[in-house]
């Protein structure tokens, strides 16, 4: 997982996810999960939400902070309006449970979380729970009103979300939700579920609760730009190559380690969902639609020594059915221009959407000239951060009994950006009524994989794995 810096024009009060990463010396891990059968913890007579960690990661132990940080302030929802303080997300909250693939990871997580929140982590040796079928055990340690934290990679993520939906809990899912489109309908089938037993889910695009953002989309939607006609997305950097598969151990482990968090399909998805779905669900927001088409294009550079899944440029051009563009862009090479941000063109004026690492620097400009001295319009310092935030809604749904459900919205988005990376990878147009009616998956056995499992993707005799092929490769 990358690390995430603050911008300094929105440092939170409460502690972030990537304060306690910085100050906890955390790295970031992905992981899929398992245990023992325990008893069930017993919930005293009190308002507590208690969580179980499903992934015990950079990522995951983050949220558990924001978690426990989770104060009276509620931003806005998704449809423009402005900050509210709606109140209600404040009250106990504890950890009860942990579930990770590695032993390290689950140790190291634990004794950073208990370092940092004290007694608020309630997980005794009995309640961390170890291997592929750990999600169970700690989500059975949960209570209806509480809350299982689905963390790990991509893969796992529909079975997870099924499982903590059939025992009744309420759930907080990051992103990316699915690495296919069998699993986006698997993740779909469950928010159905979902609604139907009021359950409150959460998904961690984060940028949707963002004050500034969503002021922006009111100006938008009010007209200030006039006609949205083309969206620029662009995430580029140096890089995240790997090196061979080393042998001598267990390739679905070693695939599922926490150096290789986005390096493989039917596990993350790749580099390009995990880095670009926010900016891609940020487009879709914008349009309030969803595109018809994506095409594109992508590669590697010459001498490439990378022997992950991934290639390292891809740029897609998304239709919608006014005709409207989204251009997506991801580049992941050393030495080049490095650039983090999404822009809007509208009729009357440009504007900017977000900047590096997510920044909240949202903004309209006089006309279509990109430059902070032709800034027109800027929208009230954010005072809760979006990462924050999500959590404040999540919890304040959850003890108001109001409807959160954020399922259906992560889901769709995930699929826009899984049609935009079929499109580059088969070097096919792409439709969104093909991307809805697939059921391609990656991995069709996700649920019984265990330890012994053989990886559902080898390495050849270099330890290179299998690249996509424009022309042949098919994902849709």
Same mark, same amino acid.
């Given at each position: 997982?990358?690390?995430? =810096?603050?911008?300094?024009?929105?440092?939170?009060?409460?502690?972030?996810?990537? %304060?306690?990463?910085?100050?906890?010396?955390?790295?970031?891990?992905?992981?899929?999960?398992?245990?023992?059968?325990?008893?069930?913890?017993?919930?005293?007579?009190?308002n507590t939400i208690?969580?179980?960690?499903?992934?015990?990661?950079?990522?995951?132990?983050?949220?558990?902070?924001?978690?426990?940080?989770?104060?009276?302030?509620?931003?806005?929802?998704?449809?423009?309006?402005?900050?509210?303080?709606?109140?209600?997300?404040?009250?106990?909250? =504890?950890?009860?449970?942990?579930? %990770?693939?590695?032993?390290?990871?689950?140790?190291?997580?634990?004794?950073?979380l208990s370092q940092r929140l004290g007694d608020r982590i309630d997980v005794p040796k009995e309640r961390r729970?170890?291997?592929?079928?750990?999600?169970?055990?700690?989500?059975?340690?949960?209570?209806?009103?509480?809350?299982?934290?689905?963390?790990t990679h991509a893969g796992f993520r529909a079975p997870h979300l099924e499982y903590a939906v059939q025992k009744g809990v309420n759930v907080?899912?990051? =992103?990316?939700?699915?690495? %296919?489109?069998?699993?986006?309908?698997?993740i779909l089938r469950a928010g159905e579920a979902a609604e139907k037993k009021n359950l409150k889910i959460a998904a961690g695009l984060m940028c949707r609760h963002s004050s500034a953002r969503q002021a922006l989309i009111q100006k938008i939607r009010e007209g200030a730009m006039g006609q949205v006609q083309l969206i620029r997305a662009y995430r580029m950097d140096s890089g995240y190559f790997m090196g061979p598969f080393p042998g001598g151990q267990s390739e679905l482990l070693w695939q599922l380690s926490p150096g290789h968090p986005y390096q493989f399909l039917w596990s993350s998805g790749g580099v390009f969902i995990e880095l670009m779905i926010h900016q891609i669900d940020e487009c879709f927001w914008i349009k309030d639609s969803y595109p018809v088409s994506a095409?594109?294009?992508?590669?590697?550079?010459?001498?490439?020594?990378?022997?992950?899944?991934?290639? %390292?440029?891809?740029?897609?051009?998304?239709?919608?059915?006014?005709?409207t563009k989204a251009l997506v862009t991801g580049r992941y090479i050393p030495n080049c221009r490095e650039e983090f941000a999404t822009f809007v063109h509208g009729t009357q004026c440009a504007a900017k959407f977000s900047g590096?690492?997510?920044a909240p620097t949202s903004w309209l400009y006089k006309d279509q000239r990109i430059e902070q001295s032709n800034i027109d319009w800027q929208p009230e310092k954010e005072t809760v951060n979006p990462w924050q935030a999500e959590w404040n809604v999540l919890l304040s749904a959850i003890r108001n009994d109001r409807p959160h459900n954020e399922a259906r919205r992560a889901a769709l988005s995930n699929l826009g950006a899984i049609m935009g990376r079929a499109a580059v990878h088969s070097g096919k147009l792409i439709t969104w009524e093909e991307a809805?009616?697939?059921?391609?998956?990656?991995?069709?056995?996700?649920?019984q994989l265990n330890a012994n499992s053989p990886a559902p993707v080898r390495a050849d005799s270099q330890g290179r794995y299998p690249a996509p092929i424009p022309g042949k490769t098919m994902e849709i």
């Open positions: 997982m990358l690390s995430m =810096k603050h911008s300094n024009q929105n440092q939170d009060p409460v502690a972030s996810r990537r %304060d306690f990463l910085r100050t906890t010396g955390q790295l970031a891990a992905v992981s899929a999960l398992a245990g023992i059968p325990l008893p069930h913890v017993h919930a005293a007579v009190d208690r969580l179980a960690l499903i992934g015990c990661g950079g990522r995951g132990s983050g949220a558990v902070a924001n978690a426990m940080s989770a104060g009276g302030l509620v931003l806005g929802d998704d449809s423009g309006t402005q900050p509210s303080t709606r109140g209600g997300a404040n009250g106990p909250v =504890k950890l009860v449970a942990m579930a %990770d693939l590695r032993q390290d990871r689950l140790d190291q997580s634990h004794q950073a729970f170890l291997g592929f079928d750990a999600y169970r055990q700690a989500i059975d340690c949960l209570r209806p009103g509480d809350v299982a934290m689905l963390t907080f899912m990051e =992103k990316d939700f699915a690495p %296919d489109p069998g699993g986006v309908k698997r095409h594109g294009v992508g590669g590697r550079f010459a001498g490439s020594a990378d022997c992950s899944q991934n290639l %390292d440029s891809y740029s897609i051009e998304y239709t919608f059915a006014d005709g590096n690492v997510h809805m009616a697939s059921d391609f998956q990656f991995c069709d056995h996700v649920d």
